[in-house]
């Protein structure tokens, strides 16, 4: 058994009881071709809860500093991440994840870029729009709800894919297709608030 799996599984041991995570729109996510992911970010707990409730494996970007471990370098590569450089054009992480979708693989992102300390949704960055303008994947929002600490249990929301087909036809920049992904995620939320 891959190591992913056995990751995976020890994950969703602990976390489906510690936060009571409930998952909606699974059937939302194609079962076979390329797929991007895109949910807000409000944990570092969120690329698992992510990976443990979707049910197709997951490719992550996860920050460079990570990986300056040897041993946690090697682990998280083994479980399907991969790193990039925030705040510069990473070409070998663009590569990397392009290849992902080209195997007709799962992409996750998190389009902020970094944690919302507030849990409000920000500006996402126009990698979500390059990704999904770039490759023939289907671009499904998500949006984790409610908080680590709290008493309510964590929801988890795969929504209906984003029509691209208009966007990619007219050839929208890549922001402007995140902006659109965003509505997408900030209609999820606002919707179990």
Same mark, same amino acid.
């Given at each position: ?29 194609p ?25 197709r ?5 996860a920050?460079?500093e990570?990986f ?6 090697g ?17 070998q992480?663009l ?6 979708? *080209?195997?007709? &693989? ?5 389009? #902020?870029? /970094?944690?919302?300390?507030? !849990?409000?949704?920000? +500006?996402? =960055?126009?990698?979500a729009g ?5 490759s ?10 409610g ?18 087909? *208009?966007?990619? &036809?007219?050839k929208?920049?890549?922001? #402007?297709? /995140?902006?659109?992904?965003? !509505?997408?995620?900030q +209609?999820? =939320?606002d919707?179990?608030?």
């Amino acid at each position: 058994m891959a190591l992913y799996k056995i990751a995976r599984s020890i994950c969703a041991t602990i976390f489906y009881p510690r936060y009571r995570i409930k998952v909606e729109g699974k059937e939302n996510i194609p079962e076979k071709g390329p797929v991007v992911i895109c949910s807000n970010h409000i944990s570092n707990f969120d690329p698992i809860v992510v990976g443990i409730t979707a049910p197709r494996d997951i490719y992550f970007m996860a920050k460079e500093e990570l990986f300056k471990n040897k041993f946690i370098g090697g682990l998280l590569k083994r479980i399907h991440a991969f790193p990039v450089k925030r705040g510069m054009k990473d070409r070998q992480a663009l590569r990397k994840a392009m290849g992902v979708l *080209e195997d007709n &693989e799962v992409l996750g992102l998190f389009p #902020e870029g /970094t944690r919302s300390k507030t !849990g409000e949704l920000k +500006k996402g =960055l126009a990698g979500a729009g390059f990704f999904a303008l770039r490759s023939e994947a289907t671009v499904i929002p998500c949006a984790i709800v409610g908080s680590y600490k709290g008493k309510e249990p964590l929801r988890v929301i795969y929504g209906k894919p984003v029509p691209m087909a *208009e966007l990619r &036809e007219r050839k929208a920049s890549s922001q #402007e297709v /995140t902006d659109v992904i965003m !509505g997408d995620i900030q +209609k999820l =939320l606002d919707k179990k608030r």
